[in-house]
């Protein structure tokens, strides 16, 4: 008897010696993992905070060369937008490798570094080649406003009242850009969506006709739709157009083109002017 008591004092001795031993490892897992998130530093605050810095020293440095006064096409200008940009990269190029807690701001932040150093390169262009230049510069800037206007409504960034002219002015192309994205949108599905009925005259050629129901909520003053004629390699053998006029929202109209091209598939864009 007083064996088996024996036994059984030992058995329930190594259970909760096996029971202690899982519950410390499980606590010092549960530790390291802790100690881990509280060590690692994520660069998601400093980066918002410098990106404000960046740019506040950015429109300081704009007002003292008085920027807006020179000449685009000349090469005061290049150098002008060429320091103030290395200016603002200075500050914010560590980013691009560091560690963020949100992935999303991360991938803004990358993006706006590739951003300043697209600026770079486009305004070296000015002075040769202006009016191509110019549209690739609208194109950097209003990616530019709306990653800041995001940063701005989703991370809290904010810049000192002496500023707000400059915030405005970005809110104001940020608003624009969304709302014209939009309205690419809404004409893109419309343009997606267009079917055709063909009709031969018996000499080869076919008429490709289609009927269109303005659903965007948009009126047009003008309305084109490009057509792309595709092989079955996805090669453009011959291109069309429907174009027309004074495009009301919720009515319905026709257009057609006419062809002898043997094609496969098509693929159609739209250049539209909307009503103001």
């Not at 809404?186 to 063909?198: E, I, R, T, W």
Request: hydrophobic share 30%; charged share 30%.
């Amino acid at each position: 008897m007083k064996k088996a008591l024996c036994l059984l004092l030992a058995l329930t001795t190594a259970i909760a010696l096996i029971g202690c031993s899982g519950k410390n490892a499980t606590d010092a897992k549960t530790s390291t993992a802790e100690s881990a998130e509280t060590t690692t530093n994520y660069a998601d605050k400093d980066f918002v905070a410098d990106v404000q810095n960046a740019l506040e020293t950015r429109w300081d440095s704009t007002d003292k060369m008085d920027v807006d006064s020179v000449d685009y096409e000349s090469a005061d200008f290049v150098n002008a937008i060429t320091k103030l940009t290395n200016q603002e990269s200075k500050t914010l190029s560590k980013y691009k490798t560091a560690n963020f807690k949100d992935g999303e701001l991360q991938e803004l932040a990358i993006k706006y570094l590739n951003n300043l150093n697209k600026s770079k390169t486009i305004v070296k262009k000015f002075p040769s080649d202006y009016i191509n230049a110019y549209d690739e510069w609208e194109a950097m800037y209003n990616d530019r406003t709306t990653i800041i206007q995001t940063l701005i409504n989703k991370y809290g960034l904010t810049f000192s009242d002496k500023y707000a002219d400059d915030v405005a002015e970005i809110t104001a192309n940020a608003k624009s850009v969304a709302s014209k994205d939009k309205e690419k949108e809404k004409v893109d599905k419309l343009a997606k969506s267009l079917k055709f009925n063909k009709k031969g005259d018996g000499t080869g050629y076919y008429t490709y006709t289609t009927k269109v129901k303005n659903n965007t909520g948009l009126n047009f003053e003008y309305l084109t739709f490009n057509i792309d004629l595709l092989d079955k390699d996805g090669t453009v053998i011959e291109q069309e157009n429907i174009y027309f006029e004074n495009v009301e929202d919720g009515k319905s109209y026709q257009g057609d083109f006419e062809t002898d091209a043997k094609f496969e598939n098509y693929k159609i864009t739209a250049d539209y002017t909307v009503k103001s």
